[in-house]
Antibody, heavy 115, light 111 residues
Framework: EVKLEESGGGLVQPGGSMKLSCVASGFTFSNYWMNWVRQSPEKGLEWVAEIRLKSNNYATHYAESVKGRFTISRDDSKSSVYLQMNNLRAEDTGIYYC??????WGQGTTLTVSS | DIVMTQAAFSNPVTLGTSASISCRSSKSLLHSNGITYLYWYLQKPGQSPQLLIYQMSNLASGVPDRFSSSGSGTDFTLRISRVEAEDVGVYYCAQNLELPTFGGGTKLEIK
């Protein structure tokens, strides 16, 4: 059974940093592109970042809204993907989902950026 | 970015009858390889989105065959035959031809 479990959300002040983690199981992690997608009442579902495979030199892509502030990374030995978020803004508030390409989604972790 | 457009609410349907949900993209999602990169998801209350349909017309694993999807390069329809109570939620279309974008979601309304 494919499982994706996110962790690391919480409350952070504007300008602060947070790192989200996602541990995968039930499939060969190193064979799949991984994404972070977020959801908020204001913006709905918004793709955030993608990381490809070792054979793609772990190429990364970002939404314009987070480029330069967020960094996606992966550790295939731990079946894990991460999202380092810096210089956080109120509009980054939402539920962050780890997704396997386009099919499986985790249950999400909530980030609140507020003073 | 490719913009995905959906109505906020479906036409109200009675349980046991069929429902249709539409989605439009700002650019054709048909790749030169013949695949149309259109996806449908259902987000049930309190849950994360779950994949229903991939590449426009392929049923995801475990999804009942009451669900089907069709379309052209830019206009798509998700059909649910014999709507059941468990089908309640918000339906999202999404594209993966380019960096992913999602529609705003259509809430299935039950009479």
């Amino acid at each position: 059974e494919v499982k994706l479990e996110e962790s690391g959300g919480g409350l952070v002040q504007p300008g602060g940093s947070m790192k989200l983690s996602c541990v995968a199981s039930g499939f060969t992690f190193s064979n799949y592109w991984m994404n972070w997608v977020r959801q908020s009442p204001e913006k709905g579902l918004e793709w955030v970042a993608e990381i490809r495979l070792k054979s793609n030199n772990y190429a990364t892509h970002y939404a314009e809204s987070v480029k330069g502030r967020f960094t996606i990374s992966r550790d295939d030995s731990k079946s894990s993907v991460y999202l380092q978020m810096n210089n956080l803004r109120a509009e980054d508030t939402g539920i962050y989902y780890c997704t396997r390409r386009t099919d499986y989604w985790g249950q999400g972790t909530t980030l609140t950026v507020s003073s | 970015d490719i913009v995905m457009t959906q109505a906020a609410f479906s036409n109200p349907v009675t349980l046991g009858t069929s429902a249709s949900i539409s989605c439009r993209s700002s650019k054709s999602l048909l790749h030169s390889n013949g695949i149309t990169y259109l996806y449908w998801y259902l987000q049930k209350p309190g849950q994360s989105p779950q994949l229903l349909i991939y590449q426009m017309s392929n049923l995801a694993s475990g999804v009942p065959d009451r669900f089907s999807s069709s379309g052209s390069g830019t206009d798509f329809t998700l059909r649910i035959s014999r709507v059941e109570a468990e089908d309640v939620g918000v339906y999202y279309c999404a594209q993966n031809l380019e960096l992913p974008t999602f529609g705003g979601g259509t809430k299935l309304e039950i009479k």
